[in-house]
């Protein structure tokens, strides 16, 4: 099955919204955003070389990593507002290119299985820039292209851990 990134940035308002579904439990999805482990194994473009500074995915936490490129790096950091197990994360984000462009972040894990069945979970989130401008920027950038790649890494890293 393939499961799309749906990203709509609507013109003149400051925030991107994305849907993308995956093919595992909503358990193993959250999970793979809570362990650092995990998160540098799927986590942004191919080809890039990930390295976590820092990761504590809980209510008030933080997390700091960086993306290289052969000579590139790409830092971010942000903080966790809150964390609620295989439902909900709230969190800011900053490119540290673009310094004072904090996003406001919001991620729902839906669990798709029928009662008693889980197998299936749609993410649905929505990241809340400060201006219009800063939003634009940020889809300029080559986000969407991140995005798409990263979630389908994710969803190769959950198989693999289906089948091991």
């Not at 799927?42 to 052969?70: A, I, K, N």
């Not at 790649?149 to 190769?156: F, K, M, P, Q």
Request: aromatic share 10%; hydrophobic share 35%; with cysteine.
């Amino acid at each position: 099955m393939t499961n799309e990134l749906t990203i709509h940035a609507p013109p003149g308002l400051p925030w991107i919204e994305f849907t993308r579904e995956f093919d595992a439990p909503v358990s193993a999805v959250f999970n793979a955003h809570r362990d650092p482990d995990l998160v540098k194994q799927w986590l942004g473009p191919r080809g890039y070389e990930m390295t976590v500074e820092h990761w504590d995915f809980r209510d008030g936490g933080s997390y700091h990593y960086t993306h290289r490129d052969g000579a590139n790096e790409y830092g971010f950091r942000g903080t966790f507002h809150t964390v609620r197990d295989n439902e909900l994360a709230v969190q800011t984000f900053e490119f540290e290119g673009m310094p004072d462009e904090i996003a406001l972040e919001f991620m729902r894990f839906v669990d798709l299985g029928p009662e008693g069945q889980p197998g299936r979970c749609r993410l649905e989130g929505r990241s809340i820039g400060s201006s219009v401008e800063g939003r634009d920027a940020m889809v300029a950038s080559g986000m969407e292209k991140g995005m798409r790649e990263g979630y389908e890494r994710l969803d190769e890293l959950v198989a693999a851990s289906a089948s091991a």
